[in-house]
């Protein structure tokens, strides 16, 4: 396990450890002592968890979340498509001269090449978001999840004909398993700074108001291209970052230069 997990992870791995053995074989009394191995587990349960459900923990894998040197930037991300939607999304962009990041799913791409031909002329980029986008990748064996992505991968290359540099996991769940998979691969993991929720079936208005009230340049934007609201909401918010003199970038843009690199 200790070898698919990062440096700061492993540490806090080790602190914990240390902390919760001493907690627990110091000559507390009778009575305090089964009460702080519960305590201990639900926290190590807890920890657990926040680390594979928050994208940006860092403990598993490392992902580009936000770029605190694109001060007048920011990169709008769109998962789960191509689909039908998508063209309202494009051509809401064009008009607005933004540009974005599309982290497609593998078998949604036949029949929408046009579409992503489209999308890739008019200089956005594409984002590897699995084959399937199964609701149980997470649980898949490193070896299966490794499949998933390299199937949508080769996909992607075929379509544009150039290296897909990042991957963004479904539901944004990392873990050890996952951390396996991705070794040697070469991609960088995607997270984001900033989640719209736009699949929850809100309002736009509620919707534009939960991105924006803390956004800033530096910060991605997850955004959905299948959702009911995405295009109303990019209609409040195209004209919102334009207003704040905030461009939109891809991915590659917003990282170009100046950022650190962080490896998987
Ligand atoms: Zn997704």
Not at 138 to 148: D, I, S, T, V, Y
């Amino acid at each position: 396990m200790f070898c698919c997990i990062s440096h700061k992870g492993l540490w806090w791995l080790l602190g914990f450890l240390a902390v919760g053995l001493f907690l627990v074989f110091w000559p507390w009394s009778a009575v305090l002592q089964p009460v702080l191995s519960w305590v201990l587990g639900l926290a190590f349960v807890t920890f657990t968890l926040w680390a594979s459900a928050d994208i940006c923990s860092g403990i598993y894998v490392k992902a580009h979340c936000s770029n605190s040197r694109q001060t007048g930037a920011v990169a709008l991300t769109f998962d789960d498509g191509p689909c039908a939607q998508s063209e309202e999304v494009l051509d809401l962009l064009k008009d607005y001269g933004a540009k974005a990041t599309f982290f497609v799913v593998g078998s949604r791409m036949e029949g929408q090449y046009k579409l992503l031909l489209r999308l890739l002329a008019e200089g956005h980029q594409l984002g590897n978001h699995t084959w399937a986008h199964r609701s149980w990748f997470p649980l898949l064996r490193p070896a299966q999840m490794r499949k998933e992505i390299m199937q949508t991968q080769t996909e992607i290359e075929r379509v544009s004909g150039r290296t897909c540099r990042f991957f963004r996991p479904p539901f944004g769940v990392t873990n050890p398993l996952l951390a396996k998979a991705l070794k040697g691969s070469g991609m960088d993991v995607a997270g984001w700074s900033v989640r719209s929720f736009d699949t929850r079936g809100e309002a736009p208005e509620v919707v534009f108001k939960r991105i924006t009230r803390r956004l800033k340049g530096g910060d991605v934007v997850l955004l959905h291209d299948t959702s009911v609201p995405v295009v109303p909401v990019l209609k409040l918010l195209l004209p919102w970052l334009a207003q704040h003199n905030l461009q939109s970038l891809t991915l590659d843009a917003f990282w170009a230069e100046g950022a650190k690199k962080q490896p998987i």
